[in-house]
């Protein structure tokens, strides 16, 4: 009504009501397509999910109602949407207050906009600066998962950790399945490893599932462990900062700060045989009691089965004695000489 009644003064003043009218409806029609681009379209968790699974990629902002920086945040995605339309065939989509946010982040940061990036339904967290050119180039750039997958059978074929050889430095995060805390960091671990494509090779070792060895092999005993293997030594980062630029740093040039070791050779087949039995009985303490009682009812069995085979046995002795006798009674009265 302000502006109105201020654009009314002006026209009436100027004698040009005509002109500010148009001026006016311009100023309209400009607010509201500004308002209109910078709401993204809004989805549940089930159609959330339903993208996830169905589309290559999916770009969501996972903000709640009312959150410090959302809205510039969402308006910002809302000037990226075309370009991400036009060069991902993208959904850009925005999930307020939704439960699967917990999936990606932890504390502090569950309070504040998340913007994650699904291909093939594998998530990158984005933690680079909020700058379009920067945040289209970090899209686009990475339409596959950078992330390599290791195990027993692979890890040292690819990295060649021992030799130093010729397959580069290699960042290693090694996790668990059962781990709340690993697996909500590889969405970040994803973004990281975009960050130092073509220059550090980043991977992911499950020490429960079929890098069993691998894991005994480095020590690994708690996770989420991070291994930086460089020219046949180890540098550890456990460090309590789990900033994706803390990481970036430390592949780049402050891991020669931190006490190196040699990596130890590869294991035998027998080794890893042995680990995994190892392994086994450590997640499953109950099997070696158990094997043990079933053992000892084994045993059982068979000292009761030989027990009453010795009595029947004997039994059979007895009476095949007792016939004997009565038969040597018989002949021996048959052939009495009588006197």
Known sequence: MVTTGFFNVVCFSNEKKMTCRLIFLVLFLSSLVINVLGNLEQVNDVELEKLIANEKFVITLFRDESCQGCDELETQLSSLREDLVDSLNAWVV?????????????????????????????????????????????????????????????????????????????????????????????????????????????????????????????????????????????FTYDLPNHESKAFQDFALGWYKNVASKNVPSPKT????????????????????????????????????????????????????????DKVRKSCSSEYTVPE
Request: charged content about 25%.
């Open 94 to 234: 925005k999930a307020v207050s939704s439960s699967l946010i917990s999936n990606f982040t932890t504390g502090k940061d569950s309070v504040k906009p998340l913007v994650v990036y699904f291909r093939h339904s594998v998530p990158l967290l984005y933690d680079g600066p909020l700058n379009d050119d920067v945040m289209l180039d970090t899209f686009v750039q990475n339409k596959e998962p950078a992330v390599n997958h290791l195990n027993d059978d692979s890890f040292e074929h690819l990295t060649q950790a021992a030799s130093g050889a010729t397959t580069g430095d290699w960042f290693v995060m090694f996790y668990r399945d059962d781990c709340e805390s690993c697996m909500k960091f590889q969405a970040k671990w994803e973004y990281i490893a975009s960050q130092l494509k073509g220059r550090i090779n980043l991977a992911k070792v499950n020490i429960k599932d079929d890098g069993i060895s691998t894991g005994s092999r480095f020590g690994v005993d708690q996770v989420p462990a991070f291994l930086f293997f460089r020219q046949g030594k180890i």
């Open 269 to 324: 087949p027998f080794d890893e045989l042995v680990d995994r039995a190892v392994f086994t009985l450590k997640e499953n303490p109950w099997i070696l009691p158990a094997a043990g009682v079933t053992l000892l009812l084994i045993l059982i069995a068979v000292g009761l089965n030989t027990w009453k085979s010795s009595k029947v046995v004997k039994s059979t002795k007895s009476k095949k004695s007792n016939e004997l």
